[in-house]
Each structure stands twice: as structure tokens, then as C-alpha cells.
């Protein structure tokens, strides 16, 4: 497993470097301090996760990200990593195709567990953006970690779990079509039993709920 | 005697007025005495004594080089004097140097007038014959300088006797010198106009001097007041500076935190990741030590966070986003999340729970509270912490109670100052840095509250904020909320409404989110084509109008739902006509009708029996 660290402290990257490390001896790292370094470095080596800044040297906030989605085809998924977590930071984010936000501000224990969980193909969202949306409780998921569920327990089809599984990544539904080559109709039909199982509308609540519901989205 | 009285100096100034420079005063007259028709007076001059010197010269021949002399000798001074006004137009001096430019004036005016006073001497023949009409046409022109020049030396006063002394004095005795009657009383004309010239000329001299004088205090008045208005004006600009400067000096303090806490985070939290990253490695004593550092990181992290909450109340970026929330989630977490901390210190925690619905800000609002119960649990050492609410009117109190050590009355107002901490209270400063409050009123304010603390020392505090209150809910919707039910089958469902009535559209939607749903609406086929192209989920059941603009109708709408998704999508039909044509009715007998205005509880029961699991689609099929 390859993950691009794209932070400009250098402190900052040490540290998530030696906590992933920790966790998992066989990830290899590539560090990159700011947007035009990250995107080379992504372009040389594809990564199989981005741990994004979104307070980069030049970009601020949500256009650090969509710039460097933009800059890739296909883009790695994108997990940014903020010092910032407010409710709507977090959609945006979310809504512009990062596949998780973990809040730098989390204290010490939740900001490793929430990292551990990426690691493991988890998604996390801050609880912030759990208590805006009615009806949704805070998931006891953040302090503890059960077992992750994988989508498979929804009784999706391998071909709705893998489209799935691209959606949560980050690609949007035209270039899932265009890569697995179907129409996009399609690609919303086998979207549609993950949507229903969720009660969701859209890939954002998909996101939050799936990281509410601790599910996997490991292919 | 009358020369006498003449050559007076004046007695009487014009009473001076306080703020008028006397230097300005003087000249001003001497100007306007340099400046008052100067052409036309030596014209005037010059054609009296040229008229004169041509009467004498026809009726006394042998007299002719003597007026020749006479005449020639004043119009040399009139000529000195148009000099002098040339020169003195070109300079154009100031009040100063205007003093010594007066005696090429005077002396010349003064000559011109002595010679015109001396004229019967000179030029009256001893015996021709002549001597009384000459004598009469001098006199008259000495009577018509005398009186006619009063207005040119009135400007000035000491110009008067001046200017008027010798030409009298010289008349007066040349007339003497003429035996007869006719001469004494031509003399004593002459004495008459120089006094009523002098008389003339002090009246107009008041009049000007009073007029220069309120013309120089106006003109003080309006420099005085330009000057205070410029003044006013620099006061004002250096207030503003002043203000501008705070303002900024605000913000880049504003700027400097937000940056600092930011930056400094950042190692923060790669330690925080090092610890971590450390601990399972290490062991015994280590490892206490490695448990110490992280707790360390955790409170540092926490200060970190006040300031930065701090920053951002302050700088506005924090913006409220008021929604109607249910009391109760909030209580939980708060109960949640201080249960262990509270249990840790041995004290009694509880929360009330409640069935409020209030409108505010769900994160600002339990942040506020957060900061509260902290504060109480850190403050109270033995008995117990309770969070609650009470109504009134239309708002509510939630309120936290302690049994701790208490604030004195004094203290009250300053509790709510950054980095104040209550003398006698633990004080330990890795506990906080006294911003605790300070930050829930600024947020209470955000939220349109004010704080309220009552407190004994010693016996416990009780901090509170009002909210609006939405309203209560009823008992049964909760517990049906609870318990999974009659609702649950339309939670998280999907509905589309197709209706050219945006009325209708609008409430249909409203109440399909009471119930749960997600809805979306179209008021056309063609904007049907574009809802089903945006979202990304296709519908779990149609709501459609019978008749939809002129020609359009809900089961073409039906059709385009289900060829687009290539589902057998439910749906359900409304309308609000009373008797359908026999074709549509035949088309609508397939979909259950709903008749306007729909009934809550008809269109739920016909909706959830749409979305039953396994149910027909379709009546037909």
C-alpha cells in the first residue's frame, strides 16, 4: 500500500508517517509539501490514498482539493486531513469528492483511531457533520472500534459493491461509466441498492452514513 | 479761528471694537484714500482750474503767464500724483509699506489745493476792471474743490486738515488782501464750505471706518472659525486614525492567534501521533510516561482550542446556522461525554432530559454547554452537578448547577474576562487558562442570549442561557419515534412529485418530510427529465398530478420515471377534477387515486402501501 502525505509541515508528516507505519509495516510513504509536488509525485507513482491539507502554500481550503483532483485522472482517493472541522468545511470537502475528513483537532486517541480506521478501508467524518443531519445520532464508532462491516452484509452484487466502492472513492459517475465501460444509467441502477439500503441521497450522506454504520469499502 | 477749529487733529476714533487691529484700520483708509476715484477726481481737478485759468485768460491778458504758471504748476502735481498711482497699482504693497507710500499723495493733493487757495494773489490784476468777476470765478471753483474733494479725503482722517488747511488759510488771506466788501464775504464763503467740506468728510470718515471694522471682525470671525473647523477637522481625522488603528491593531491580534494556534498545532499534534506511535512499544515505567505525555498533549491541545475559539468568536467568522433542535440529542451527548469525568471525581452528574424543541444552533449551543458542565466538575470538589431546563414564556433556561466552590458577589461581572480565574479556587493553570467563559458568552450571545450566573460562595453556582423555544414534543410522537413502526417503512425513502401547481409541490414535499422522506419535485415532463438526470437515486414512488399544464398528463409522467430507471416504479395519482373522461379513467384505473384536496391520512396509507416490500406495483400487473 502507497500513501501520498501532502502536508506543509514537515513535523506534521513525520508524525502521521510514524503513526501509519506503526500500524502497518508494509505501507510505503510519499511525502509532498505542497500542491505542485503532490500532484508529480501522484503522476510518477500512482498512490492508493492521499492524505490531503487543505491549508496548502497557495490554495485555501476546498480548492486545494478540487485542484488536485483535477489534476489526475483517475484521482487516488483523497482523505483530507484538516485543522479546520467545521460542519461545513467537512461537506464541502465531502461534496467535492474527499472520501473521509479527520479533523486535526481531534484529540490525540481519535485523531489514531481515526486513522487506523482509513487505513483499514473505513470512512471518517468528523462527529460535527453527524449532529447537523436530523435524525442521525453521533456513532459511538469514533471512541471504540468494532469490526468493520463490509458491504457485502447489504446484499450488494460484486458489481454493485465494486461501482460503490469507485463512487465512495471519489470518481465521479461519468468516468465510472467511461472505465467500466456501461452507460451511466447503469451505474446509477447498481448505485441504487446501496442508496436505498442507506437512505441516502446523494454520495456525501452515503459517505457519513456508511462511516455512522462502520462499513469497509475495501474491494 | 475757523482754521484753528480746522486744523484740529480729530478727537473723536470711531469707539474701537475688541478683535479689530488698529494697524489694519489705518490701512485700510489710507487705501481706500490712494484708491478712491483717482482718474476721475484729477480730471475733475483738472478741468475746474483749466476752466478757471481759461476765464482769467480771456478777461485778464495781462495776466496770462502768471495763469499759465498757475495752471501748469497744478497740473504738475496732478501729474506727481497720477505717478504715484501708477507706481502704487504696479506694487501693490501690503498694509505695512502702504503707510509710506501716503505722502506722494498728500503732499502733492495738499499743493494742488494751496495753489487753488492762493489763486486771487496771483492772478486777480490790480485794476482791470475784471477784479469781481475773477475774484467770483476763483472763489466758486475754490468753494466747488473744497466741498467736491470732501468724499476723496473722508476715506483718511489726518488727510483732512491736511489737505484742506492750507487751501483755506490761502484763500482766506488773499482774500483779505482785497479791499471791499465782496471779497470779506466771498472769504467768509470759503470758510463756510471748508468747514462744511471737514463736517462732510468726518460723517463719511465714521460711516467707512465702522464698515472697515465690521468688515475686519467678520473677516477675524470666519478666519477664526476656519481655523477652529480645521482644527475640529484634524481632531476628527486623528480620532479616526485613532479607531483605524485599534481596528486593525484587532484584527492582526485576530490574525496572529488564529496563525499562532494553527502553527503551533501543528508539532502538537505530531507529537500527540509520536506518542501514539511509541506506546505499544514501550513498557513499565515508560510506559506511565509515555500515558503522562499524551494526557499533557491532550490538555495543551484543549487550551489550543479555546484560543482558537476565541479568535474566531471574535473575528466574526463564526456564523450561527438557527434550525429548530430537539434538547433531548444534546442532553445525551452532554451526559455521555461528562459521566466518566464526573463519575472520576466522585460527584453526583446528572441531566434532566427533555422534550424541548428549541430554535438555535445545535453545534454552537452544546458547545456553550460543553464549556459549562466543565467548568462546574472542575470547580466542585465533593456533592453534585446538575444540567436542566426551565420554561419561560416562549423561551427556555437551560441551566447547570454545582455544589462547588462558589464565585463571590464581587467576582460576578468578571468571571466572564479572559484568563480570569477566581482567587482561592484550585488554581491550576493546565487546567485552562480562565477562557472558558468568556467563550460561552460570546457564544450565548451568538445565539441571542445572555448569561446568567447566580452564585454563593462556597455552597455552588448555577450558570444558565435562554433559547427560544420552538415547542414540546407530544409525548406519543416520541415514543413512536423510539419504536420503530407505522413510520419506519418511509424513513429514508425516496419520492418524487410531479405537479404544475408549486403550491402543491411545496406542501407535498414539506410533508413527506415530516414523514422521513427525501422528496424532489418536477412541475413538468421536461423538468422531470432534468430532477431524474441531477439526482443520483432514481424514486421509491411517484406522487402524480392527473393533469399536468394543457397536454401533458401524470402518466406520461409515470412512463418517464419508469423508462429512465427501468424500474416498475409505484406511484400514486391526485387529482382534482371530479369526473375523468372514460379513456383516463381507464388509463388511471391501474394506480390508486388520490381526490384533492388530499387527506394527510389517505395519502400516507396509499404511500406506504405503495412501498410495501413485494407488494404489486401495479394494480394491474
Do not use: A, H, V
Given at each position: 500500500m502507497r500513501i501520498l502525505i501532502v502536508d506543509d509541515h514537515p513535523v506534521m508528516r513525520g508524525g502521521i508517517r510514524a503513526c501509519l507505519h506503526d500500524l502497518d509495516a508494509a505501507i510505503g510513504f510519499v511525502e509532498a509539501a505542497d500542491l505542485q509536488e503532490a500532484v508529480r509525485a501522484a503522476k510518477a507513482q500512482p498512490a492508493d490514498l492521499v492524505l490531503l491539507d487543505l491549508a496548502l502554500p497557495g490554495v485555501s481550503d476546498i480548492e486545494a482539493l478540487t485542484a488536485f483532483r483535477a489534476s489526475l485522472d483517475p484521482c487516488p482517493p483523497v482523505v483530507v486531513f484538516s485543522a479546520t472541522d467545521d460542519p461545513g468545511t467537512v461537506t464541502a470537502a465531502l461534496d467535492a469528492g474527499a472520501m473521509g475528513f479527520i479533523p486535526k483537532t481531534s484529540t490525540p486517541a481519535i485523531l489514531q483511531s481515526a486513522l487506523r480506521l482509513v487505513l483499514a478501508h473505513g470512512i471518517y467524518v468528523p462527529p460535527s457533520v453527524l449532529r447537523r443531519r436530523d435524525g442521525m445520532q453521533p456513532s459511538s464508532s469514533t471512541s471504540a472500534q468494532p469490526a468493520l462491516r463490509r458491504l457485502s452484509e447489504l446484499g450488494l452484487t460484486p458489481r454493485q459493491q465494486q461501482v460503490c466502492t469507485l463512487m465512495v472513492k471519489g470518481r465521479p459517475v461519468k468516468q465510472i461509466a467511461r472505465d467500466l465501460d456501461i452507460s451511466a444509467a447503469t451505474v446509477k441502477a447498481h448505485l441504487q441498492p446501496i442508496l436505498r439500503a442507506l437512505g441516502v441521497m446523494n454520495r456525501t450522506e452515503a459517505i457519513v452514513a456508511l462511516h455512522r454504520l462502520g462499513f469497509s469499502i475495501a474491494d | 479761528m475757523a482754521s484753528e477749529h480746522i486744523l484740529l487733529p480729530p478727537k473723536t476714533q470711531a469707539p474701537k471694537l475688541a478683535g479689530v487691529d488698529p494697524r489694519v484700520l489705518r490701512a485700510r483708509q489710507i487705501r481706500l484714500y490712494i484708491e478712491t476715484a483717482p482718474v476721475f477726481h484729477l480730471l475733475a481737478v483738472g478741468f475746474a482750474v483749466g476752466g478757471a485759468a481759461g476765464l482769467i485768460w480771456l478777461y485778464a491778458p495781462e495776466q496770462r503767464s502768471t495763469t499759465l504758471l498757475w495752471a501748469l504748476a497744478i497740473a504738475a502735481m496732478l501729474l506727481v500724483r497720477l505717478a504715484a498711482w501708477i507706481a502704487y497699482s504696479g506694487t501693490r504693497p501690503d498694509d505695512d509699506a502702504v503707510r509710506r507710500w501716503l505722502k506722494w499723495f498728500v503732499v502733492p493733493h495738499a499743493c494742488s489745493m494751496a495753489a487753488i487757495g492762493v489763486a486771487p494773489l496771483l492772478l486777480v490784476p490790480s485794476a482791470s476792471g475784471h477784479e469781481a468777476e475773477i475774484l467770483l470765478t476763483i472763489s466758486l471753483l475754490v468753494y466747488v474743490v473744497a466741498v467736491g474733494s470732501a468724499q476723496k479725503f473722508s476715506a483718511y482722517r489726518p488727510v483732512v486738515p491736511i489737505v484742506l488747511g492750507p487751501m483755506v488759510l490761502a484763500f482766506v488771506a488773499s482774500m483779505l488782501?482785497?479791499?471791499?466788501i465782496a471779497p470779506k464775504v466771498l472769504a467768509f464763503g470759503g470758510v463756510v464750505a471748508g468747514l462744511w467740506s471737514h463736517r462732510m468728510a468726518a460723517s463719511f470718515n465714521r460711516s467707512i471706518v465702522q464698515s472697515m471694522e465690521l468688515s475686519i471682525r467678520n473677516e477675524n470671525l470666519v478666519a477664526a472659525l476656519e481655523a477652529h473647523g480645521a482644527r475640529l477637522r484634524e481632531q476628527t481625522a486623528i480620532a479616526e486614525d485613532a479607531r483605524r488603528l485599534a481596528e486593525h491593531a484587532e484584527r492582526a491580534k485576530t490574525r496572529f492567534l488564529a496563525a499562532a494556534s494553527h502553527d503551533l498545532r501543528q508539532p502538537m499534534h505530531a507529537i500527540s501521533l509520536l506518542v501514539g506511535a511509541l506506546r505499544p512499544r514501550s513498557s513499565g515505567a515508560e510506559r506511565e510516561i509515555m500515558a503522562r505525555l499524551g494526557r499533557s498533549v491532550e490538555v495543551m491541545d484543549g487550551l489550543f482550542n479555546a484560543i482558537l475559539d476565541l479568535s474566531k468568536l471574535d473575528s466574526g467568522a463564526m456564523k450561527p446556522e438557527i434550525a429548530e433542535v430537539p434538547l433531548r440529542a444534546i442532553l445525551e451527548t452532554i451526559e455521555l461525554h461528562f459521566g466518566p469525568e464526573a463519575a472520576a471525581k466522585n460527584l453526583a452528574f446528572s441531566v434532566f432530559a427533555s422534550r424541548a424543541v428549541v430554535k438555535t444552533d445545535a453545534a454552537l449551543l452544546e458547545r456553550a454547554l460543553r464549556n459549562l458542565v466543565s467548568n462546574a466538575i472542575k470547580y466542585t470538589r465533593e456533592g453534585r452537578v446538575l444540567v436542566g431546563c426551565r420554561r419561560r414564556g416562549g423561551r427556555l433556561l437551560i441551566a447547570v448547577w454545582d455544589t462547588g466552590v462558589g464565585i463571590a458577589a464581587d467576582h460576578l461581572d468578571q468571571v466572564f474576562e479572559e484568563y480570569f480565574q477566581v482567587d482561592g479556587s484550585p488554581r491550576d493553570r493546565s487546567q485552562g487558562l480562565g477562557l472558558g467563559l468568556s467563550i460561552v458568552r460570546r457564544l450565548a450571545r451568538l445565539l441571542g442570549s445572555e448569561i446568567e450566573v447566580a452564585s454563593v460562595p462556597g455552597t455552588g453556582s448555577r450558570f444558565g442561557l435562554e433559547v427560544p423555544l420552538a415547542f414540546y414534543r407530544r409525548i406519543d410522537t416520541e415514543s413512536q419515534a423510539a419504536q420503530p413502526g407505522r413510520y419506519a417503512a418511509l424513513e429514508g425513502k425516496f419520492i418524487l412529485i410531479v405537479d404544475d401547481e408549486a403550491d402543491a409541490r411545496f406542501g407535498t414535499e414539506a410533508l413527506l418530510r415530516e414523514w422521513g422522506c427525501h422528496s424532489a419535485s418536477a412541475g413538468s415532463l421536461g423538468e422531470l427529465a432534468t430532477t431524474l438526470e441531477r439526482e443520483l437515486r432514481f424514486p421509491d414512488a411517484i406522487i402524480a398530478d392527473y393533469r399536468i399544464g394543457e397536454r401533458e398528463t401524470g402518466l406520461e409522467a409515470i412512463s418517464a420515471v419508469r423508462a429512465y430507471t427501468g424500474e416498475d416504479t409505484p406511484a400514486l395519482i391526485v387529482t382534482g377534477e371530479e369526473f375523468l373522461e372514460t379513456d383516463a379513467l381507464a388509463a388511471v384505473a391501474i394506480f390508486p387515486v388520490v381526490r384533492k384536496p388530499v387527506a394527510i391520512e389517505q395519502l400516507r396509507r396509499h404511500l406506504l402501501a405503495a412501498l410495501e416490500p413485494g407488494a404489486a406495483r401495479t394494480k394491474a400487473a
Open positions: - | 488782501w482785497f479791499p471791499g
